[in-house]
């Protein structure tokens, strides 16, 4: 197999190039392509794998030309320069890296309060210029204020220790923190009215979403305690920040630091030049260490999911170990192929798909397995389905997915069981991983098989008739067909069968055609996997 390529278009450190070549990866450093976006384009389709930063954007256009792309790596937390839904369509997992940068981005929204709230900026352009204002800046101590956190997620929780190393009092609005977590922190959970009407500082820690947009609008600035200090050094566009320009004006609002602007870069913005704003070119993750970690964290997670199929940090697809991946690998590959002979087999609109875990199976990471039986079902009708955006084309095509576990799996280690509910009838199939890592199909409509998947093969149901065996195998003969593995079972004698066999190439529409003449042939299909 060659070596995955991977592309690195923005600048990262050298550290990382070496660490996809150790890996052998076969990498490309051009640091300053992805400012060109034609000749990204151009070239982009040639690698598995891309690694950035902010210059480059992974558009939907890019994404188009990017035929083998299977992972798109953000150096850095923000992946707001990567079209996700269309990376999704494409079945490209994009990570980035949400604990390389947690720390210095921490550090500076601490920092940006010290300036503010001593207004360390404006006094020393004041000194430097040779006065000494020395009354005019009149700061506020930080110790027992009380400082706000809309958001107190990995970056959050850590201003929120610093905060209190500082004798501040610290509540924090988030609705995914825990009261257990919030105890551990030493933070007080409050809502955001609370937040509001308390804090002397408030700080935001939130990622940019339909939720959080303006989530400090004009409404919720207005009832803000008098004399609050606003910083963000989350996300340009969480604070509405005209309606902030008036509220400092008015002196209602005490000050603010910013580090992220809803435009960037930003020239211009209601509140620069305003007295006692903060303002800094978005340098919440730039220092030394944050951009080696960072740049070090991309390239172990690009590779390993290039060589072992870990994914981690993935925005658009469940975290799988470097441990996990060899012992789900299997059971992915049983489940893609087994939905696949069922999706070959359904011909009407399918409305639910449930898969069943029993055994040992049931105690591994199922999202990527359940991703991988939906593709397979779904792929005879959506030849553009895969993993990573399986589960969003059934929910869009309202598809009921069900997942059902079950400790006991009789006489087998692992069974994994496929019900397919389409508009006409039900159909279901199981298999199983044996020891030598490779997948079996071993009960078709409740009825036992023992058989292996193969590139070709061909699908019989029949009445346990005398004389069927004889007819299909001279057919097969005749027609030059030579046959790899024979499967038969039944549910009693003389009722209804079922043949599973593996052939050497495709089954012409001929000879296809003469099987269904045999007496005995109820449906024969030919498969492929």
Wanted: charged content about 25%; hydrophobic content about 45%.
């Amino acid at each position: 197999m060659p070596a995955p390529k991977v592309l690195i278009s923005d600048a990262l450190s050298p550290a990382a190039v070496q660490i996809f070549k150790d890996r052998g990866i076969d990498v490309t450093f051009d640091p300053n392509l992805g400012k060109d976006k034609d000749k990204l384009a151009a070239i982009i389709g040639d690698y598995d794998g891309l690694a950035i930063r902010s210059a480059t954007k992974a558009t939907a256009k890019l994404l188009e030309q990017a035929k083998n792309l299977k992972v798109i790596g953000r150096a850095g937390i923000g992946v707001d320069n990567v079209e996700i839904p269309a990376a999704t369509s494409r079945g490209v997992i994009v990570m980035n890296t949400p604990f390389g940068n947690s720390i210095t981005t921490a550090e500076h929204a601490i920092a940006m309060m010290f300036a503010l709230a001593r207004q360390i900026p404006s006094a020393d352009a004041s000194t430097q210029a040779g006065k000494w204002e020395k009354n005019r800046f009149m700061g506020v101590e930080i110790t027992a204020k009380t400082l706000g956190l809309i958001g107190c997620g990995n970056i959050g929780s850590i201003v929120a220790e610093r905060g209190i190393g500082l004798r501040m009092r610290v509540i924090a609005f988030d609705p995914y923190l825990s009261p257990e977590r919030a105890v551990q922190l030493g933070v007080e959970k409050v809502e955001l009215e609370d937040l509001l009407k308390r804090a002397d500082f408030i700080t935001l820690h939130v990622p940019m979403t339909e939720k959080t947009k303006n989530i400090l609008s004009a409404e919720n600035l207005a009832k803000t305690k008098k004399g609050v200090r606003i910083i963000n050094c989350a996300r340009g566009g969480l604070v509405d920040e005209a309606a902030l320009a008036e509220l400092i004006k008015s002196g209602h609002v005490a000050g603010a630091a910013f580090d992220v602007f809803s435009q960037e870069p930003a020239e211009q913005n209601p509140l620069f030049g305003l007295d006692n704003v903060v303002c800094t070119p978005h340098l919440g993750a730039s220092t030394n260490e944050a951009q080696e970690n960072v740049a070090l964290q991309v390239a172990e997670q690009m590779s390993d999911y290039l060589l072992k199929g870990a994914i981690t940090n993935a925005v658009n697809f469940p975290s799988i170990s470097a441990e996990e991946a060899p012992r789900i690998k299997p059971f992915v590959d049983l489940a893609e192929k087994l939905g696949s002979f069922l999706g070959q087999l359904t011909e009407a609109p399918v409305k639910g798909i449930r898969i069943e875990y029993e055994g040992a199976v049931a105690s591994l990471n199922l999202k990527a397995i359940s991703a991988a039986a939906i593709t397979g079902v779904l792929r005879p009708f959506l030849p553009e389905i895969n993993m990573v955006n399986s589960a969003m084309v059934a929910k869009e095509k309202g598809i009921v997915v069900e997942e059902l576990t079950r400790e006991v799996a009789g006489n087998l280690e692992s069974v994994i069981r496929i019900v397919v509910e389409a508009e006409d009838m039900p159909r279901h199939a199981s298999g199983t991983v044996f020891h030598d890592g490779k997948p079996r199909i071993i009960e078709i409509r409740d009825i036992q098989v023992d058989a292996e998947f193969a590139p070709h093969m061909l699908y019989v149901r029949n009445a346990d008739k005398p004389g069927f065996i004889g007819q299909f195998g001279s057919l097969l003969g005749a027609a030059g067909v030579n046959v790899a593995t024979f499967n038969l079972g039944r549910d009693k004698p003389g009722g209804d069968a079922i043949c599973y066999v593996a052939v050497d190439e495709p089954v012409s529409d001929e000879l296809l055609a003469k099987i269904h003449e045999i007496p005995m042939v109820k449906r024969a299909r030919r498969l492929k996997f």
